[in-house]
Nanobody, 120 residues
Framework: QVQLVESGGGLVQAGGSLRLSCVAS????????MGWFRQAPGQEREFVAA????????RYTDSVKGRFSISRNNAKNTVYLQMNSLKPEDTAVYYC?????????????WGQGTQVTVSS
């Protein structure tokens, strides 16, 4: 079973950057594709980015392409989300989760997430 702990969120001005981290417990981390998701107030959780189990094939939702970058370190059981050129509409709670290959839905219990707030 994979348990997930997200960190790295905070308050940042528009145009700024943050780097989110997600540490997964358990030995199976390297066998999963991983994704980042976000949920803004009053909205459903949405897919943001994904990366394959080997660290290749990154993909992104259109609204973050060119600004966000996903990566992982399997030796540290950690997946990252580098967020640059942040916009107020990026404000949300950010979550990571395991996903099926090519999928856009989390397949394990959700962690608590990390809050990202972008001020204008």
């Amino acid at each position: 079973q994979v348990q997930l702990v997200e960190s790295g969120g905070g308050l940042v001005q528009a145009g700024g950057s943050l780097r989110l981290s997600c540490v997964a417990s358990g030995r199976a981390f390297s066998t999963y594709d991983m994704g980042w998701f976000r949920q803004a107030p009053g909205q459903e959780r949405e897919f943001v980015a994904a990366i394959s189990r080997s660290g290749g094939n990154p993909r992104y939702t259109d609204s973050v392409k060119g600004r966000f970058s996903i990566s992982r370190n399997n030796a540290k059981n950690t997946v990252y989300l580098q967020m640059n050129s942040l916009k107020p509409e990026d404000t949300a709670v950010y979550y990571c989760n395991a996903i099926n290959p090519g999928g856009q839905r989390g397949i394990r219990p959700w962690g608590q997430g990390t809050q990202v707030t972008v001020s204008s």
